[in-house]
């Protein structure tokens, strides 16, 4: 079992900045897969970015792709996401999520088998 928290979310001016982190627990945090998704009332989970187990490969969604950066620190046990030039549209509660499946289904949130709680980020225009 892996327990994921997440924090950093606060409100923020578009145009801004904030970074998410997320620290799991366990010994085996390095040999997951680690994905963010955001949900806005009234909408599906969306797909925000993936990284692999070494950091080496990474995965972004359309909406986020050259403004949003996954990275992980594997002696932590932490994940972030550094969120650059946020856009109003970009409110959501976001989610930490682990895929223990070897990277299958990185894009889908049926595809992840741990989820933390969540931390909201409001931009406002």
């Known amino acids: 079992q892996v327990q994921l928290v997440e924090s950093g979310g606060g409100l923020v001016q578009a145009g801004g900045s904030l970074r998410l982190s997320c620290t799991a627990s366990g010994r085996t945090f390095s040999t997951y897969f680690m994905g963010w998704f955001r949900q806005a009332p009234g909408k599906e989970r969306e797909f925000v970015a993936a990284i692999s187990g070494s950091g080496a490969s990474a995965f972004y969604g359309d909406a986020v792709k050259g403004r949003f950066t996954i990275s992980r620190d594997n002696a932590k046990n932490q994940v972030y996401l550094q969120m650059n030039s946020l856009k109003p549209e970009d409110t959501a509660g976001y989610y930490c999520?682990?895929?223990?499946?070897?990277?299958?289904?990185?894009?889908?949130?049926?595809?992840?088998?741990?989820w933390g709680q969540g931390t909201q980020v409001t931009v406002s225009s």
């Open positions: 999520a682990a895929n223990r499946r070897n990277g299958v289904g990185l894009s889908a949130a049926a595809g992840y088998d741990y």
